[in-house]
């Protein structure tokens, strides 16, 4: 119990912090605390190649955990290798959610405020999902990654995909999480079971995990 209520407490402040760079800089991804356009592509592309690889079926439904403005689904519509995905975006955020329906008028019930899918999906994807974060523990927030991994992996028929940037050492700074790569390696192949990563092509010091169901 305790421990769900501070995890209602970092999210509230992680959606004001959302809702207020939204306000200021609108659906880009700067809006989102990107840094820049061709870092953001970078990441979606590594996440989807993997999926593309690994996915059992010739259409996988795939849930987008921390959607933001929906720029993904751009993505996807844009990518000829990717069209066949079929895309439900998910954001904490409402005010990021109304955003994608503004963006996406004719596909509005692909997007939802929530934190995992409604319904079983293919896999669950997080691109930069875990990265800002509003503590300075470690620990805590290392937690709570995995709690929500843990909701959307009950979700996925085939596995989680994300991508987290990643340093020598566990840190925070600057409200960013650094993981540790091996050690996130060895909590997700204890929880889930065997984890693969390799460095994001394009983005330094980020990282793509993949976590599929045998």
């Not at 993505?75 to 959610?97: C, L, S, V």
């Not at 992996?153 to 989680?160: C, I, T």
Request: glycine residues 6%; contains cysteine; aromatic residues 12%.
């Amino acid at each position: 119990m305790l421990r769900r209520v501070i995890y209602a407490a970092l999210e509230r402040k992680l959606n004001r912090a959302y809702k207020d760079r939204l306000a200021a800089l609108g659906p880009a991804p700067k809006g989102v605390f990107w840094r820049n356009q061709s870092t953001q592509i970078a990441r979606f592309d590594a996440l989807l190649n993997l999926v593309a690889t690994v996915t059992p079926v010739a259409n996988p439904t795939l849930g987008d955990v921390g959607c933001g403005y929906g720029a993904m689904l751009d993505f996807i519509q844009k990518t000829p290798r990717y069209q066949n995905f079929q895309y439900f975006g998910i954001d904490i955020n409402r005010a990021m959610i109304n955003s994608c329906k503004q963006q996406f008028p004719d596909q509005k019930h692909l997007f939802l405020v929530g934190k995992h899918p409604p319904s079983p999906v293919d896999f669950c994807v997080f691109s930069g999902t875990f990265n800002l974060c509003h503590t300075t523990d470690i620990s805590l927030w290392h937690d709570y990654i995995f709690a929500n991994l843990q909701q959307c992996w009950q979700r996925s028929r085939y596995g989680l995909a994300l991508n987290l940037l990643c340093g020598p050492k566990a840190e925070i700074k600057n409200h960013i999480f650094y993981a540790e790569r091996q050690k996130f390696i060895a909590t997700a192949s204890q929880l889930f079971g065997p984890t693969h990563a390799r460095s994001t092509p394009h983005v330094a010091g980020d990282v793509t995990f993949l976590i599929a169901k045998p």
